[in-house]
């Protein structure tokens, strides 16, 4: 089961997604510059959080539009896993990978802290081993979070069963519709998530909650 | 040449910097503004071109990224 992470100037959690990976698949991760045209042999492409360009323009804009960006597309259609987290989800629906947008967060504010997650869909790879409704803790960290998509779209994606993730218990920490925190592509390869489960994958990260998703991905890539 | 881009919400779109921007202009005094959206401002200079074809080439740049059309509309001015 191989990984790589994908860095963009002004990513920041990247160090986080490599350390998560290593410790919960076992394996070496590749990591990938953005100017590259190519991937290497993988089965997992993450893009990390950060505040890629400086988030300029919009969160995730012009990192979507980097060299890469067309082999993690061209991955993804060929059902290759893609992952990402924070800035990364704001990268898929900016290149289009997932369906929607990422706004400023209903607040203004910038948000640091931990919610609740409920985990709404377990029929994926990212998810199969992780328990339907359970509710979770997970850190988050973001200015732009806040999850729209217009109204056929968004019936759609719950028809679907796109929902990944749901922020719990009033915990909304942006305004997302329907409590958005994660979603999926309609093929379930390509999951999108703002909060970091990256960061709750060991004892003194207060936590463990985080690794279920890890390792969800892992035992099915490394079936298939 | 140059020409001006306005990127501007879609409609229905929630636009929480417009909303605090609105209350602003309230508390300093401003009465009877309705709403207020925020938007972006794109001054772009072009070698010299044929205004179809400039156009043509402005539009192609709002769709692959000046404007996010999930959310966004754009306005394009030749100047």
């Known amino acids: 089961m191989k990984s790589a992470v994908i860095i963009f100037p002004g990513s920041n959690r990247d160090r986080d997604m490599i350390k998560a990976l290593e410790k919960i698949s076992g394996q070496p991760v590749a990591t990938v510059w953005h100017t590259e045209t190519a991937l290497p042999d993988v089965d997992l492409v993450v893009l990390p959080g950060g505040f890629s360009y400086g988030d300029y323009l919009r969160s995730g804009a012009i990192a979507a539009r980097s060299p890469i960006m067309q082999a993690v597309k061209d991955a993804a259609d060929k059902g290759r896993h893609v992952l990402g987290v924070c800035n990364g989800f704001q990268m898929l629906t900016e290149a289009g990978l997932l369906p929607g947008a990422l706004m400023r967060n209903a607040s203004l504010h910038f948000v640091c802290k931990e919610v609740m997650l409920k985990t709404e869909n377990t029929n994926t790879a990212f998810t199969s081993k992780m328990e339907k409704g359970a509710v979770w803790r997970c850190p988050v960290a973001h200015h732009d979070g806040n999850y729209f998509a217009d109204a056929e779209t968004l019936a759609q994606i719950e028809g679907n069963g796109q929902v990944a993730f749901r922020y719990a218990d009033g915990t909304n920490p942006n305004g997302s519709l329907n409590d958005i925190a994660g979603i999926t592509n309609a093929k379930g390869n390509v999951l999108g998530m703002m909060p970091h489960p990256e960061n709750l994958i060991e004892d003194l990260h207060g936590g463990l909650q985080g690794r279920a998703m890890f390792e969800s991905v892992f035992a099915n890539l490394a079936a298939a | ?79």
Do not use: H, W
């Open chain 2, 1 to 79: 040449m140059k020409a001006r881009v306005t990127v501007t919400l879609k409609n229905g779109v929630l636009d929480p910097q417009g909303k605090a921007i609105e209350g602003s202009l309230g508390s300093l005094g401003f009465d009877g503004v309705e709403g207020v959206r925020q938007g972006k401002v794109f001054d772009i200079v072009l070698t010299d071109r044929d205004a179809e074809a400039a156009k043509a080439e402005i539009e192609a740049m709002c769709e692959k990224l000046l404007a996010n059309t999930v959310i966004e509309n754009y306005a394009i001015e030749l100047l």
